[in-house]
């Protein structure tokens, strides 16, 4: 049981700090937004305006893609909650943490791709 206590603190540590990363870049979308806007005056032809256009489209699917993240964490928080501290660890628990641990590891390699395009593209139209 004791192990199982120590399983689950555990896990409980990984969700709460990818809630917190997903809650910063969530933010991060947001103030990547408002530098698009500031852009629009300088931007002086069709093309610069359909990166733009990309980029806006990159962050709202981003966005979303955070909100489900975070849902997922909720939910997985929520059954390590309601865990049988008796029971055995079955990995169940396991599985779901893997997977969940893997699509987190996929999520911030293209938030940080997405970072580094738009500052990119920032540094373009000057």
Not at 15 to 21: F, N, P
Not at 60 to 68: G, H, P, R, T
Request: aromatic letters at 12%; hydrophobic letters at 40%; proline letters at 1%.
């Amino acid at each position: 049981m004791q192990s199982k206590i120590l399983y689950l603190s555990d896990l409980k540590f990984n969700i709460e700090t990818w809630k917190r990363e997903l809650r910063f870049h969530f933010n991060e979308m947001d103030t990547f937004q408002e530098k698009l806007e500031e852009l629009v005056p300088r931007l002086d032809d069709s093309f610069g305006f359909k990166k733009l256009e990309v980029f806006q489209n990159r962050i709202m699917i981003e966005k979303d893609a955070i909100k489900k993240l975070m849902y997922r964490c909720r939910n997985k928080m929520a059954t390590i909650n309601t865990s049988d501290f008796n029971e055995a660890i079955d990995g169940r628990l396991q599985n779901e943490q893997h997977t969940l641990k893997e699509d987190m590891r996929t999520y911030i390699k293209m938030h940080y791709d997405l970072k580094e395009d738009l500052m990119d593209f920032f540094i373009e139209v000057v």
